[in-house]
T-cell receptor
């Protein structure tokens, strides 16, 4: 069964450094998303992406965050200057976007900011 | 922001019995509801969904019930199996079905006792 893949599974970065989280969505999906889950808290929406542009973003998704689909398969989330509070699990998701189609999630990247 | 609430953080059920997980929401604009299951170190896995035009959807051992007037949905698992032990998240989105961001509840940890 097709799945969303995310790399790396764990990323450790010094505060202030840039980090790029990578995702390969399911191949025929058109909508892409990033969510995050801080330890002990609920899964929160960050951003959605369709047709090579951001469809919607949350208040969390400030100027330090950006997303890109650099080629036909990858979808990346960049954090320009990481803060301690960016430590979380980051989940990528994708959906077909036609009718009642669910979002499918990757296994996440655990981001630890030191 | 408690738009989607799962008031039971944990639930224990004997193997073979019915598991009932509950979810309440406050935003009347939500139109599409999903249940996800999550094992440790994995991403949320889609289980079952329901749109607001229905009050029940069934898929094998899993049935989701929606009561729009009460803004309440529930997931029934019968019979419960040990492999069902996981954290279950309720999620909701607006009228564009799978295209819109998901708002998650805090999750219920289900433990099936052999």
């Amino acid at each position: 069964e097709p799945e969303v893949t995310q790399t790396p599974s764990h990323q450790v970065t010094q505060m202030g450094q840039e980090v790029i989280l990578r995702c390969v969505p399911i191949s025929n999906h058109l909508y892409f998303y990033w969510y995050r889950q801080i330890l002990g808290q609920k899964v929160e929406f960050l951003v959605s992406f369709y047709n090579n542009e951001i469809s919607e973003k949350s208040e969390i998704f400030d100027d330090q965050f950006s997303v890109e689909r650099p080629d036909g398969s990858n979808f990346t989330l960049k954090i320009r200057s990481t803060k301690l509070e960016d430590s979380a699990m980051y989940f990528c998701a994708s959906s077909e976007g036609q009718g009642s189609q669910p979002q499918h999630f990757g296994d996440g990247t655990r981001l630890s900011i030191l | 922001d408690q738009q989607v609430k799962q008031n039971s953080p944990s639930l224990s059920v004997q193997e073979g019995r019915i598991s009932i997980l509950n979810c309440d929401y406050t935003n009347s604009m939500f139109d599409y509801f999903l249940w996800y299951k999550k094992y440790p170190a994995e991403g949320p896995t889609f289980l079952i969904s329901i749109s607001s035009i229905k009050d029940k959807n069934e898929d094998g051992r899993f049935t989701v019930f929606l009561n729009k007037s009460a803004k309440h949905l529930s997931l029934h698992i019968v019979p419960s199996q040990p492999g069902d032990s996981a954290v279950y998240f309720c999620a909701a989105s607006g009228a564009n079905f799978g295209n819109e961001k998901l708002t998650f509840g805090t999750g219920t940890r289900l433990t099936i006792i052999p």
